[in-house]
């Protein structure tokens, strides 16, 4: 028995396993100290918040005609886009979600690009009406209507407006109707996380004037504040304001050359509607900060968001706060700097 003992002793059994000399609390040494927690932002700014509204983001088309100014709600929107309908005039796309003013307008039609600037946020598109494959042409890229002609809730006509300007609408009515489930919209565009760090802030070239001419009929100005750290809008030479006096500004304005082509629609006048084409990429310019930097912009499809890269192709960041996206085209529009 003994020497059973003895041989078990040499043979090497569990006894003799090695064991570890490492301590204990090496491995969480080793982890170093917990990520910071990132406090939630606003998807369309990138402005933190305590909490974000989970509502979806509400996109109404508005008017840019000098009888509809000044406009109402512009100044509340997270993102305002500006695009060429017929004629040579612009109307705008207003996006709401951090934000919902008491009512917005003047409210009008639905036009063939508006799939793809909305599409990406997974939202509403408020709207007059319009014709009906423009009408599909929405809703097949999953975005849900809300169409005064169709007798949707949440329209009004406005005493002391003549047709077709007079009719606006009301935000909390028109996100009432949203569907059951419908959240906040993606994030769209990349914002900093620190102020005063986007791409065009700290790389780019100085500005005070960005004067951005979209058609023989349309130009808009945007003036460099730097006491209010914004640049503000003029339609034209002539300062642009919203129905209350406030002055329309902007953290970040992106201009997007775009290819810009008549459809086989026409307008009551006969005029052809024009289509600008996002799907696709170009060449633009990102202002942010007092600065500006040039782009190169792609979009996958009507579901995918922009994307805005520098010259070096890292992503661009915008700074925290509203952005306004012109949509210039690329055959008789133009942007300059000075």
Known sequence: MVGVLVLAACSGGPADAPTSTVPATVESDKAGPPDPAVPPAWPLTGVP?????????????????????????????DMVWEEVVEGGITRFVAV?????????????????????????????????????????????AGIQTIVHDEGDDGFFLKKGKRAPHNLFGTPADFWAQADGDRTAPPT????????????????????????VTLTFASRAQWVWDAEQAAFLRNEGTTPAVSSDGTRLSAQNVVVLGVE??????KDPAGTAVPETLLVGSGEGLVASGGKHVAVTWSQGSVDEPLVLTGPDGEPILLEQGVTWVELVPRAGGSWTVS
Do not use: C, W
């Open 188 to 211: 769209q565009l990349r914002h900093v996380r620190v102020p005063g760090q986007g791409t065009a802030t700290t790389t780019g070239a100085p500005l005070s004037l960005l004067d």
């Open 260 to 265: 810009v082509r008549d459809t086989q629609f």
């Open 96 to 140: 709401y979600h951090s934000q919902s003013p008491e009512m917005v307008g003047p409210v009008r039609s639905v036009r063939p690009m508006d799939p793809a600037i909305v599409g990406p946020t997974r939202g509403v598109l408020a709207f007059s009406g319009g014709q009906p494959p423009f009408v599909e042409a929405v809703r097949d």
């Open 49 to 77: 918040s305590d909490a974000v509204d989970d509502r979806p983001a509400l996109a109404v088309k508005i008017e840019n005609l000098p009888q509809a100014r000044p406009q109402t709600g512009l100044e509340q929107a």
